[in-house]
């Protein structure tokens, strides 16, 4: 392997660290841990989702009257229908958000190990987040303020041409502004490009690069990326390749993946579909009815319970995908980040000395012989 491998070069020895780590021997277990890590940091490949049942057979006249209900509620609002029902949605908004700062937070943390999972070849998951909650807290700031920045920078590049043009008065007679109107629109498209792909490198690089600094030197946000905008100044033509094979890349594995998911939830329907029909004949039995709040419940939680294991099952399959794209990486970045390669390539130990003699030949004399 050459000194600094091109993002060309690091692909092979990617594909081949992926072989060794997953099939030279298959561990089901390591495979389900990664299924884990898969379904909590979002790297599922393309995804899959189901399609939505057909909501005319479960729509009658009762649903149509609550339509109805709903609708007229939404243009002359009784907010004292509302109020009985309103520390329950607040709650409710309370524990979404509490799940959404979770799962944010365990992302965050199971970057860290992915990445010390790839690089040892083994994933625990409870020893792993011992390990690296500390590193992923200060991870966390970083996708806040990330987020945040991103949320401001839309806003102003989306609302200030807008506030722009309304000012100018260009909506009110957009027949007399339509070359301004379809020149603006042109750079506002442009400007939105531009600004997503932007964004998109600067979390390539805090999730592939960003996160190995802040691993290995125990350091925060603000000197990692100081550390890492130094190393990266030399070689821009190297990371600006690496940039563009990452995009190639995940378009063939979103492909790849995408025709793979299709097929295992074309086959996981099957089961569901018949315990699905069993389900309906028996509560069909038992008097339940859709109009019943418990049987409701029932299905929500039912439905939740399949979407957990579909889920499931695509993350085991891009377990592939997962490990490839880390080691990819850190292949690529390990070459030139010095602690992520003694650790890659651990120097051979050293040979240990020979064993002093334990009486050396100074301290040992033979007697001499005895005068007769």
Known sequence: ??????????INPALLRTKQLLLQPFRFGLWARLAVVAIITGETGSGGGGGLSNLGSVINNRGEKRFAAA???????????????LPWIVLGFLLL????????????????ILLDSVLTGDCRLIEGWR???HAGRRYLLWVIAFGFTSLVVFAAIV????????????????????????????????????????LAIIDLFARDFLIPVMAFEDVG?????????????PEKGAYALY????????????????????????????????LGVAAFFIGQSAGMTLDDPSTMLLLIAFGLLILAGILYVIGFVYSPGLVFFQAYALLFFGARYEPLRSRMYPAPPTPAPPA?????????????PSAV
């Open 1 to 10: 392997m050459p000194n600094r491998p091109s993002a060309v070069d690091s």
């Open 71 to 85: 609708a007229h509620f939404l243009s002359d609002p009784d907010w004292s229908q509302v109020q009985p029902y």
């Open 97 to 112: 958000a509490a799940v959404l700062f979770l799962w944010i937070y365990s992302d965050c943390v199971y970057r860290f």
């Open 131 to 133: 390990r690296w909650k």
């Open 159 to 198: 609302g200030v041409p807008l506030l722009l043009a309304f000012r100018a008065g260009w909506f009110e007679k957009p027949d007399q502004h339509l070359l301004g109107l379809v020149c603006g629109g042109l750079l506002f498209v442009l400007a939105l490009l531009v600004t997503v792909a932007a």
């Open 221 to 233: 946000v603000v000197d990692g990326w100081e550390r890492l905008m130094g190393m990266m100044g």
């Open 243 to 274: 940039v563009l094979m990452k995009i190639v890349l995940n378009v063939a594995s979103g492909f790849i993946f995408a025709v793979v998911n299709l097929l295992v939830i074309l086959v996981l329907l099957i089961p569901l579909a018949i």
């Open 356 to 368: 002093a003699p334990v009486f050396p030949n100074d301290m040992f004399t033979p007697p001499e």
